[in-house]
């Protein structure tokens, strides 16, 4: 499994955008990559995936560039309710899903 | 819009005891895992489930832990011996395809605050 390695913290305010940066230098060639979100006293919920390149839906982009040694998630013009914990993960079809420590994001008036 | 449910929401018990934790996946969902998070730290992979038998599990599924599909609809955990360091929480989820593929998204259940005594 694909060692993924995140800022444990990040602070941001409302209406910015904020990004978030994830390692994976061993990333195998069909691992997908993943992102969660985790609110307080609540399970994870999906938040996007992607292979290569870019890929967006309504809540969120992730940048995958060529070398697919990282990816960023791009949150847009956060609000208080995006604060929460984000988890980058990297596998296979075949694998299951090994949680990091992820990003705590705390979105500030 | 179909979400997981488990049950109890919060489970006290005393240390030796057995516990069962119960999930309802998504109904057309072919695979199920359990996660635990122990307080203030990152969630971990127990075991994953597919066609009535366990597909992967980690290290910290020993033998005190056991799953099961006991009907159409739920999905549970065992813990037979339960230890105050099983304190946690307890997410169930399921999916249609296997993790980490195209379609690879888990639904988290709310979780079960297990507190061993």
């Known amino acids: 499994l694909a060692k993924t390695t995140q800022p444990i913290s990040m602070d941001s305010y409302e209406g910015q955008e904020v990004n978030i940066t994830c390692s994976h230098n061993?990333?195998?060639?069909?691992?997908?990559i993943t992102w969660y979100q985790q609110f307080p006293s609540q399970g994870p919920r999906f938040i996007i995936q992607?292979?290569?390149t870019k890929v967006t839906n309504e809540v969120a982009s992730l940048f995958i560039p060529a070398d697919r040694k990282s990816s960023t998630l791009s949150l847009p013009r956060v609000s208080l309710s995006d604060t929460a914990v984000y988890y980058c993960?990297?596998?296979?079809?075949?694998?299951?899903?090994?949680f990091g420590a992820g990003t705590r994001l705390t979105v500030k008036p | 819009e179909p979400e997981v449910t488990q049950t109890p929401s919060h489970q006290v018990t005393q240390m030796g005891q057995e516990v069962i934790l119960r999930c309802v996946p998504i109904?057309?969902?072919?695979?199920f895992y359990w996660y635990r998070q122990i307080l203030g730290q990152k969630v971990e992979f127990l075991v994953s489930?597919?066609?009535?038998?366990?597909?992967?599990k980690s290290e910290i599924f020993d033998d005190q832990f056991s799953v099961e599909r006991p009907d159409g609809s739920n999905f549970t955990l065992k813990i037979r011996s339960t230890k105050l360091e099983d304190s946690a929480m307890y997410f169930c989820?399921?999916?249609?395809?296997?993790?980490?593929?195209?379609?690879?998204?888990?639904?988290f259940g709310p979780g079960t605050r297990l507190t061993v005594l």
């Open positions: 989820a399921s999916s249609e395809a296997p993790s980490g593929g195209f379609y690879n998204e888990q639904f």
């Open positions: 061993n990333i195998a060639t069909n691992d997908y």
């Open positions: 992607g292979y290569k």
């Open positions: 993960l990297v596998g296979d079809r075949n694998n299951d899903m090994r």
């Open positions: 109904s057309n969902h072919l695979y």
């Open positions: 489930f597919y066609n009535n038998e366990i597909s992967e």
